[in-house]
């Protein structure tokens, strides 16, 4: 072997290698041919071995992009497994949106339950004939800090007469519209959140029902929605997570089936001749 | 059978440089090469991953086909199809009606190479 052919030889095998480069079923089809062209490109001696070199190295990295990209086209941009994987992603976003919203729909609605038994009784003992000074219990719980439910007891005007729960020291009330609203439909169940001065944020979970008799007026029970929004928050973040655990499930299905179903790039050799 | 999209006008230097090396016979890859690098041929430098790549790609198209000649396994010849010389002469006159506009416009001398 002279020391020419030794070092084409090297340089074939470093051609070889960089052949591995390439996406199986391109290398498959077409390393024997491209080994075979660069051999006869090194015995051919019509390009400078340099302008050679220069020509295949830019040429192999440009083609081993393009390649595997074309790859990656072909593997997974095909109609079927795009419609399959978008049906899978919708029905995931559909199923996560349910989980996020049944249990805080569930939530919130068990939120009103002390509320609506309590006005329920207190307007009852209102409409006997009951002072409201005495049918209210007696304390006087902090609105913003309590997760115990209060009751409240307005005039016809929707004034204070009295109260088991404050806000900043203050009774609130409700807007008006609330209250002519329980004038024409006998209760309203709503998340209210009163604001008194500087305490602002605090959600009660609110129950006002009509007080008939010769002293009408509203009755509202309450309670802060502190540990619901918790739990609804909590709720809302295991649906998020199960989201991205559905989507990272379908992008590796269908990564993984479109990689086993891919279309094969080996040419059809035709009948010998 | 075609199962690709026929490429429109112009065409890519690398798939023009090989519809016009196998218009005249069926060549093998090195010889698609060395036409593709002669003014003549295109002027393009193609390495074996281009033309291979290019290749396929046409032969999918039903542009290019295997011949089945072969002076061994590792050398293969192709051949144009019809649909491939077909397409070879719309781009020529695409390009020979440029040259004409171009020689018109004084920007070609009469006469010189195009």
């Not at chain 1, 190295?57 to 393009?66: E, G, H, N, P, W």
Request: glycine share 8%.
């Amino acid at each position: 072997m002279t020391p020419s052919s030794g070092s084409t030889h090297r340089v074939e095998a470093c051609y070889a290698a960089a052949l591995l480069l390439y996406p199986p079923p391109f290398r498959e089809a077409h390393a024997q041919a491209m080994r075979q062209a660069f051999r006869d490109a090194l015995r051919d001696h019509s390009l400078p071995r340099r302008t050679l070199f220069l020509l295949v190295l830019r040429d192999l990295f440009t083609s081993i992009t393009k390649e595997h990209l074309a790859m990656l086209r072909d593997t997974f941009s095909r109609p079927a497994l795009l419609f399959n994987a978008l049906v899978l992603s919708a029905l995931a976003t559909g199923l996560a949106l349910a989980l996020n919203t049944i249990p805080q729909q569930v939530l919130r609605l068990g939120a009103n339950d002390p509320q609506i038994a309590m006005a329920g009784d207190l307007v009852a003992r209102l409409e006997q004939g009951a002072a409201p000074a005495e049918a209210v219990p007696t304390g006087s719980l902090d609105m913003a800090r309590s997760l115990s439910p209060f009751v409240i007891v307005y005039d016809d005007q929707g004034h204070p007469l009295a109260s088991q729960a404050a806000l900043a020291g203050q009774t609130p009330a409700p807007p008006a519209g609330v209250f002519d609203y329980v004038r024409q439909h006998g209760e309203e169940r709503l998340s209210w959140q009163p604001v008194l001065g500087s305490a602002h944020g605090v959600r009660i979970a609110a129950v006002i029902q009509r007080v008939g008799g010769p002293h009408p007026g509203f009755v509202l029970a309450g309670r802060n929605m502190r540990e619901v929004e918790s739990r609804e928050a909590l709720v809302g973040q295991l649906a998020g997570m199960t989201w991205i655990g559905m989507m990272a499930v379908i992008l590796v299905g269908t990564a993984v089936f479109g990689w086993y179903t891919r279309p094969s790039t080996q040419p059809t050799r035709p009948a010998a001749a | 059978m075609a199962t690709g999209t026929v490429p429109a006008a112009p065409l890519s230097p690398a798939v023009f440089a090989i519809l016009l090396s196998l218009a005249e016979e069926e060549k093998h890859g090195y010889q698609m090469m060395k036409d593709a690098l002669t003014p003549e041929g295109g002027g393009v430098r193609l390495g074996p991953g281009t033309l291979y790549g290019s290749l396929e790609r046409m032969m999918r198209d039903n542009l290019v086909e295997e011949s089945g000649l072969s002076d061994d396994e590792r050398r293969r010849y192709y051949r144009l199809t019809n649909l491939g010389h077909r397409i070879l002469a719309t781009e020529l006159e695409r390009l020979d009606a440029a040259v004409a506009s171009a020689r018109s416009l004084g920007l070609i001398p009469n006469g010189g190479r195009a």
